[in-house]
């Protein structure tokens, strides 16, 4: 039987294939299989759209609620209600829009189209990736609270019956913890799939919209899309520990440790699109160096030896001169509030503190680069040899050096030998990330100077090679790094994983920072501007 006689449209050029899509520069009606072939002739432009978009329909009018006999073949666009002519004759609408209700379909559709694309393509895989994420964990909580309870048991052995009901006792409190932890997380995978479900359920009323043609059920259409979009916190469980001390028969109950109280951090997802919420107008010609003293005021260093406490509306609010007279070098806000910076032509770190300068640290022999306040309120400054053969980056209590990292576990240099600003942070998990513009590479040793890992860049980096600039990181333990060749910034996980990243018009991103609530800030050393930049999430 010829499948036209059962009224199945068919593709013109195979006329086989039951047609789906329709070029709209083209006018002709394709198959999938078409399409593809269709699409490689490049001697034409084409447009490609579902055909269902485009086919011919009767419409299906509703009966007006006021006018029984008459088709709602209008939509007022003040009430926001389908009516009918006589609606329209009767005054009642008078000085409203009205619109053809067939129009207002097709636009209605195409919105739902368009929002039933959305909750597919991008939104409900996000919710299946957290919902993994979750899972994941809750398999890691088993085992590593398995750990806890068999480091309880080896604790029993050694103090053998003595402690038998200390131990019960302390596997108790770990179930206990381990039950409140898991009842977190399947608290969250409750959400996560009752949101999921919705958006199952919201898929499959569009879907039916969409294959049907009653005109009351599509106006009464309205997207959730906004809704969903506004993805669930998702929360962090610092792991409980169990101290093992030395035993102590007088007072064994005290000196056997105790379990830890479970900790419960919210994770800030980051944003889908991240935003530009402030940009600071410097006075420099060129500007090289931004850090924050709180989220509404900035130290700014440039092509001059003054240095400007800024706020968002750009409106000098302190300036200081350089003791040496000369550019400073890198700047950065200690724990307490004070202002450091590198002196690159006398070999001196500074700190300011009530507007006056005081040399903590004097170099023979290496030249400061850049600087970075530590989490207990140490410093660490990049420097290069007198020389120019060598870098390193060093520890300081006040003066006194603590730390030196130059080499890894074979005897190689960890950073490369030149006098290009290597800005560095330390992380929230007490790692020391150091951005080398020369070696192309974000080289990451832990606490103790022992590498972590070298991020080199992107696959995605096609354009200009990758040499970052400035780095910071966040309560999250992201890195981020600005890319200048590429006018971008990367976002890594505190494992060195590419994640994002953040573009917002960036000139020449060059020194980075971010405040206490996580907003980044710019530094374009061509506009000599500071951008304020939301990236991260705020609902939590």
């Not at 059920?217 to 929360?235: A, H, Q, V």
């Not at 991103?509 to 800030?521: E, H, K, M």
Request: glycine content about 4%.
């Amino acid at each position: 039987m010829d499948p036209r006689a059962q009224d199945v449209l068919l593709c013109d050029l195979c006329e086989t294939d039951p047609l789906q899509y329709l070029c709209e520069h083209c006018d002709i009606n394709l198959c999938t299989d078409c399409a593809s072939k269709h699409l490689s002739d490049s001697s034409k432009k084409h447009k490609i759209a579902p055909y269902h978009l485009h086919r011919k329909f009767t419409p299906k009018y509703s009966k007006c609620l006021k006018h029984a006999d008459k088709d709602c073949e209008m939509y007022c666009e003040s009430c926001h209600i389908p009516v009918c002519s006589t609606c329209i004759s009767s005054g009642k609408h008078k000085g409203h829009d009205i619109s053809d209700i067939l129009e207002k379909l097709g636009s209605k559709k195409q919105r739902i189209q368009k929002d039933l694309e959305e909750l597919e393509e991008k939104i409900y895989p996000r919710y299946t990736k957290i919902s993994s994420a979750v899972q994941t964990e809750k398999a890691e909580v088993q085992t590593n609270y398995g750990k806890l309870a068999t480091t309880a048991d080896q604790q029993g052995e050694v103090l053998h019956r003595e402690v038998t009901a200390i131990v019960n006792k302390r596997k108790a409190d770990i179930a206990e913890t381990k039950t409140k932890h898991l009842s977190l997380l399947d608290k969250q995978t409750d959400e996560i799939t009752h949101r999921m479900t919705e958006i199952n359920q919201v898929i499959l009323e569009m879907k039916n919209i969409l294959d049907t043609n009653d005109i009351s059920l599509t106006s009464t259409y309205k997207s959730r899309n906004d809704e969903f979009n506004k993805l669930p916190p998702t929360i962090k469980v610092t792991l409980p520990s169990l101290s093992t001390p030395t035993i102590n028969t007088e007072t064994l109950n005290e000196m056997f440790g105790s379990l830890t109280s479970l900790s419960v951090t919210t994770v800030k997802p980051l944003l889908a699109e991240p935003r530009l919420t402030a940009a600071i107008d410097t006075g420099y010609n060129t500007l090289s160096s931004v850090s924050c003293l709180s989220e509404d005021q900035v130290w700014t260093r440039g092509d001059s030896e003054t240095m400007k406490l800024l706020n968002l509306q750009s409106k000098l609010l302190t300036s200081i001169q350089t003791k040496s007279g000369k550019w400073p070098r890198d700047i950065a806000v200690t724990r307490d509030g004070d202002l450091v910076y590198t002196d690159y032509s006398n070999n001196t770190v500074n700190l300011i503190k009530n507007k006056k300068i005081q040399t903590v640290i004097t170099l023979q022999g290496w030249r400061p680069l850049s600087v970075c306040c530590t989490a207990d309120n140490n410093l660490l400054v990049t420097m290069d040899s007198d020389d120019g053969e060598q870098s390193k980056v060093v520890r300081y209590s006040g003066s006194t050096e603590t730390q030196s990292i130059q080499f890894d576990d074979q005897g190689r240099p960890l950073y490369s030998s030149d006098a290009y600003n290597k800005y560095l942070s330390e992380n929230k998990n007490l790692d020391i990330c150091v951005a080398d513009s020369k070696a192309s590479a974000v080289v990451v040793v832990n606490q103790s100077g022992k590498l972590r890992f070298r991020y080199t860049g992107h696959p995605s980096n096609t354009e200009q090679s990758f040499s970052p600039a400035g780095i910071t990181t966040d309560s999250q333990s992201h890195i981020l790094t600005a890319d200048t060749n590429n006018h971008r910034i990367h976002i890594l996980d505190q494992d060195g994983q590419f994640l994002r990243y953040i573009h917002c018009d960036l000139g020449y991103p060059y020194c980075l920072c971010v405040d206490i609530r996580d907003n980044l800030f710019v530094a374009d050393p061509v506009t000599a501007k500071v951008k304020k930049i939301q990236y991260l999430s705020t609902q939590c």
